[in-house]
C-alpha cells in the first residue's frame, strides 16, 4: 500500500481512538450520576430527611441525623480551616521571604497528599486518646487538616494573582500593608478565595475514612459536639456492606444527596470563579 | 452562603434536640446487636432522659475501646482475658452475659438445606474441602443434591467474638484447626473473603452465590437466608433455635464462675446446638458520673428482667434464671 | 501628628521595642506567620506521631516488618508484604488502564476538540474527580461486582485462563475489582495534568512537523506528546499517589484476605484498607502498633511520589507555558 495512504489510514484510526477515550472518560460521571438518580430518587423522601435510623431489621428509618451530623463536623472543620488558610495564605503572599514560604508550601502539600485514613489515625491519636471519647471535634479537626491544603494554596494563588499595581498604589497613597491587604488585595481576590473554600469544603464533604475513627457514629442525636456524631459518608459506608434492603435503599438515596451537593459545590465555585475573571477582565 | 445555610441547619436541629439527655456511648459486637439496638430503643422509650449510643464495631473494637477508656461500656461475645483486664488501671471490668445466641453456618445454595459435621466445617475453612460436591458433604448429607461447583468461603475482616466462638469451636472439633489457625478474635484466615461485620459477611453471603459464612442466627433469619444443622456432642445434627441455644446454657448455668467468663461451644446434651455462646456487656466498676451511673444499672436491671422477654422474637436464648441471680448480686458491685 | 512617612520603611529600627509591636504591619506579619507556621507544626507533628505510636512494631521486626508475608494476629507475627503487594498491584492495574484511556484523552481534548468542548469535558473529568470515594463503593458493590462476576471474570477465565493471572474462582471482589475503581478514580488526574501538559507545547513545535508533512498523529505522538512528557510523567505519579492512598472504595471490594495471591480475580488487601477494617477493634498493643507503621509506611510512599510528581509538573509546564 502507498505508505502515505498508510499513514492517513493510521491517522484516523488513532484519532478517532483518541475520541473514543475521551467518549469513554466523559460519560464516566454521567453513568455514575444516572445509576444513583435510578436507584435512589424515589427513596429521597420526607422520612428519608426527618426520621432517624431504626434498628436492623425495621424499616421506615431516615437519616436526618447523619446529614445534620455531617453539617456539623463540616462547621467544625471550616471553623478551623478557613482561618488557618486564609491567614497562612496572606502570610505566604504578602509577608514571607524566601525560605520560610519555601518550607510551608512544601510542608502543606505533603499534609495534602496524606491519605486520608492517616489522619483519621493521627486525629485519633491527638484528640480522641487524650479526651476519652470520640467526638465532633475529633472528625471536624480531622477533616479540617484535609482542607487547609487546598484553601491555603488557592487562596495564595489568587493573593499573588492581584496586579502589583494596585499594592503599589494603595502604598503610594499612604496607608499599612495590613491596610493595603485589607483594603484592596483580599477584596480583589475575594472570588479566586471563596472558590478556593467551596472547593475545600466540597473535598471534606464527601470524606469518609478520618470520621471512621473519629466521629464514630451515633443512632441519635448528638447533643454536644463532644458526642460522637453520625454522618452521610459513613452511614453510607455502614449501609453499603449490611445485608438490610431497606438499608441499601436508604444508602442509595443518601449517595445521590451527597453526589449532588458535592457536585453542586464543585459547579458553584467554577461559576463563582469564572464570574470574577470576567469583573476583573472587563 | 454555605455557611448560613450550614447555621440555620444546625439551630433547626439544636430545637428538636429537646431535653437535656444522658447520653452514653457504648460500642462493640455485632453477634447482639439486633438485640441491644432494640433494648436501647424499648430502653429510651420508657426512660426518655437516658439516651444509649450502641455502635456495632466489633466485640475486638468493644474491648480495645473499653481499655482506651473512650466508651462508657462496651460488648463482646468473647470475655477478655486476664492480660486484657490487667491493662485496664482506672477500674476493673465487670462481665455481664445479656442473652444466648447461636452461630450459624450460613450459605447460598438455593434449595438446599445441609447438615455440617465439625470437622467437615473445619475443612471448609482450612481450604481443604474446596467444592460443594466434595465427599465430606456427601458423607453428611447422603440425600442432598449438591451442586459442582467452588466454595467461597466468607469470614469477618474485623476483631471479633463471632469469629472467637468459632475458631474456638474449630479448634475443638479439628487438631489441624488448632495448630495451623488458632483461636481469637482476628485470625489468619487460610482461605476466603472478609466481611466487615455480621452484617458484612451476611451481606456478602447473601450477593455470593455458592458462598458459605458464619453469622449469629438473627442475621440469616432476618435477611431469610439458609443456614445448617451442625452435629453436636452427643452425635446429633442439630439446628440453631431458642430450644436448642437453651439446651446449651443450662448445663452451664451451674458451673458458672464468679466473673461469668465461660465457654459453652460443644456443650453437652441431646439437642445442645454446638455453637453458642454468651455475650457480654463490659461493664467499668467504678463510674465517676452520677447520672450516668445510676443510667446504667437502671438499663441492667432493666435488661436482666424486662429485657430479656424480648430474647426469644429476636431468635436469641435468654439467660437461665440461675444466671440472672448471680448478675444481679453483681450489679452492687459498681460504685 | 500629621499622616506618617509616605512608604513607610519596614525594616526602619523602632526606637523602642513596644513601639516595634505596636506597628500594625508588624502583628499582622506575626498573627499570619503564626497560622501559617502552624501549617507546618501539624504536618511535623503527624510524622511524629506516626513514628512513636509504631516505636513497638519498629523495634520488635525491624525491617523484616516489610518483608514479612504473615499477618497472624494471634501470634502477634506482623508482615506487611501482603497489603504492600496489594496497593501496589491494584495501583498498577488502575494505571495499565486509566493511562492509556487517559493519555488518549488527554491527546484529544488538547489537539483535535474545538476549546469549547475541550474545556466542557475537561471540567466534567474533573468533577469526575470531586466524587466521593464511598460513592464510587456503593456503585462498585452494586454494579460493578455483580457485573464482573457474572460476566467480566468468567470471561477472562475462559479466554486467558491459562495465565495464572486469572485462574480461581469469580468472587466479583478482589484485585481486579479494585484496580477498576481505581482507574476510575485516577484518570481525572491523569487528564487535566497531561492536557495541560500537552497545551502548554509551543505551537511551533506542531507547525514545525507539520510542515515537514507529518500527520496530525505522528506530529502529535512523535512531536507534542514527547515534548510533553514530564508533565504527563508527572499526571501519572499524581495518580498514583491518589491511588495509593484510597481507602473506602478499594476496602469495599478487595475482599479482605491478608494473604499474597498471583491471580487478580482473587480477593486480597491494600495498606489502607486493613487499616480501615482493622484499627478500631485492635486488641494488642503490638497489633495496633503494627498497624501505625504500616500509616507510617504509606505515608512515605505516597511523599517520595507526590514530590517526584510536582517537580515533573513544575519542569514542563513552567517552562514553556503560554503567557496569559
Known sequence: ?282 | ?335 | MATAVVTAPPSSRPRKLGQFWRDGDHIAHLVTLIFAASVFLVTVFLVYELWIHSAPSRAKFGFSFLTGKVWDPVAEQFGALPFIYGTVLTSFLALLISVPLGVGAAIFLAELAPPRLSNICTFLVELLAAVPSVILGLLAIFTMVPLLRQYGEPFLKRTLGFLPLFQGPAYGVGYLAAGLILAIMTFPFIISISREALLAVPREQREAALALGATKWESTWQVVVPYARLGILGSIFLALARALGETMAVTMVIGNDTGIHTSLLSPGYTIAAVIANMFSEATGDMYLSSLIELGLVLFALTMVLNGAAQLLILATTGKGSRQP
Open chain 2, 1 to 335: 452562603m454555605k455557611t448560613r445555610m450550614l447555621w440555620i441547619a444546625l439551630f433547626a436541629a439544636a430545637g428538636t434536640m429537646a431535653a437535656s439527655a444522658e447520653t452514653i456511648t457504648a460500642a462493640g459486637a455485632t453477634f447482639p446487636a439486633p438485640i441491644y439496638q432494640k433494648w436501647f430503643e424499648e430502653f429510651h422509650k420508657a426512660h426518655p432522659d437516658i439516651q444509649i449510643n450502641y455502635q456495632a464495631i466489633g466485640s475486638g473494637g468493644g474491648i480495645r475501646q473499653i481499655i482506651e477508656g473512650t466508651v462508657d461500656f462496651g460488648a463482646s461475645d468473647v470475655p477478655m482475658t486476664d492480660e486484657q483486664m490487667s491493662k485496664v488501671t482506672k477500674y476493673k471490668v465487670l462481665h455481664f452475659p445479656t442473652v444466648l445466641g447461636g452461630i450459624v453456618p450460613t450459605y447460598n445454595v438455593p434449595g438446599a438445606t445441609l447438615n455440617f459435621s465439625g470437622a467437615t466445617l473445619a475443612g471448609i475453612y482450612l481450604g481443604n474441602i474446596k467444592k460443594w460436591n466434595d465427599a465430606a458433604l456427601k458423607k453428611d448429607n447422603p440425600s442432598a443434591n449438591l451442586p459442582n461447583e467452588d466454595i467461597t468461603v466468607i469470614h469477618r475482616s474485623d476483631g471479633s467474638g463471632t469469629s472467637f466462638v468459632f475458631t474456638d469451636y474449630l479448634a475443638k472439633v479439628s487438631p489441624e484447626w488448632k495448630t495451623k489457625v488458632g483461636v481469637n478474635a482476628s485470625v489468619n484466615w487460610p482461605v476466603g473473603l472478609g466481611g466487615k461485620g455480621n452484617e458484612g459477611v451476611a451481606g456478602l453471603v447473601k450477593q455470593t452465590p455458592n458462598s458459605i459464612g458464619y453469622v449469629e442466627l438473627i442475621y440469616a433469619v432476618q435477611n431469610k437466608m439458609e443456614y445448617g444443622s451442625l452435629k453436636n456432642a452427643a452425635g446429633n445434627f442439630v439446628k440453631a433455635d431458642f430450644n436448642t441455644v437453651s439446651e446449651a446454657a443450662a448445663g452451664a448455668a451451674k458451673d458458672m464462675p464468679a466473673d461469668f467468663r465461660v465457654s459453652i461451644n460443644n456443650a453437652p446434651g441431646k439437642n445442645a446446638y454446638p455453637l453458642s455462646s454468651f455475650t457480654w456487656l463490659l461493664i467499668p466498676d467504678k463510674i465517676a458520673d452520677a447520672t450516668k451511673k445510676k443510667s446504667v444499672i437502671d438499663f441492667l436491671q432493666w435488661m436482666l428482667t424486662t429485657g430479656q422477654a424480648d430474647a426469644q422474637g429476636l431468635s436469641y436464648a435468654p439467660l437461665p434464671k440461675a444466671v440472672v441471680a448471680k448478675e444481679q448480686k453483681q450489679i452492687a458491685l459498681i460504685k
Open chain 1, 1 to 282: 500500500m502507498d505508505p502515505i495512504a498508510r499513514r492517513n489510514i493510521v491517522n484516523k484510526i488513532m484519532l478517532t481512538v483518541t475520541g473514543i477515550c475521551t467518549v469513554l472518560t466523559v460519560s464516566t460521571l454521567f453513568l455514575i450520576l444516572g445509576y444513583l438518580v435510578v436507584n435512589g430518587w424515589r427513596s429521597v423522601d420526607w422520612n428519608f430527611f426527618t426520621k432517624l435510623p431504626m434498628a436492623a431489621g425495621e424499616t421506615g428509618g431516615g437519616v436526618a441525623n447523619a446529614i445534620v451530623g455531617s453539617g456539623i463536623v463540616i462547621l467544625i472543620a471550616m471553623v478551623i480551616g478557613i482561618p488557618v488558610g486564609f491567614l497562612g495564605a496572606i502570610y505566604l503572599a504578602e509577608f514571607g521571604g524566601k525560605t520560610v514560604p519555601m518550607l510551608i508550601r512544601y510542608t502543606a502539600d505533603l499534609l495534602n497528599g496524606v491519605p486520608s485514613i492517616v489522619i483519621g489515625i493521627f486525629a485519633w491519636t491527638v484528640i480522641v486518646v487524650p479526651m476519652h471519647h470520640f467526638s465532633a471535634w475529633a472528625g471536624g479537626f480531622a477533616l479540617s487538616l484535609m482542607m487547609i491544603p487546598i484553601g491555603l494554596r488557592a487562596t495564595e494563588q489568587f493573593l499573588r494573582g492581584v496586579p502589583n499595581s494596585l499594592r503599589e498604589a494603595s502604598l503610594a497613597l499612604g496607608a499599612s500593608k495590613t491596610r493595603t491587604i485589607i483594603s484592596v488585595i483580599v477584596p480583589a481576590a475575594k472570588q479566586g478565595i471563596l472558590t478556593g473554600m467551596i472547593l475545600g469544603v466540597a473535598r471534606i464533604a464527601g470524606e469518609t475514612a478520618p470520621l471512621l475513627f473519629t466521629s464514630l457514629n451515633n443512632q441519635y442525636w448528638a447533643k454536644s459536639p463532644n458526642e460522637p456524631t453520625a454522618a452521610l459518608p459513613v452511614l453510607i459506608y455502614n449501609y453499603a456492606i449490611s445485608p438490610y434492603e431497606d438499608l441499601h435503599r436508604q444508602a442509595w438515596a443518601a449517595g445521590l444527596v451527597l453526589l449532588v451537593l458535592v457536585l453542586i459545590a464543585n459547579i458553584a465555585s467554577r461559576w463563582v470563579l469564572s464570574r470574577g475573571a470576567a469583573v476583573q477582565r472587563g
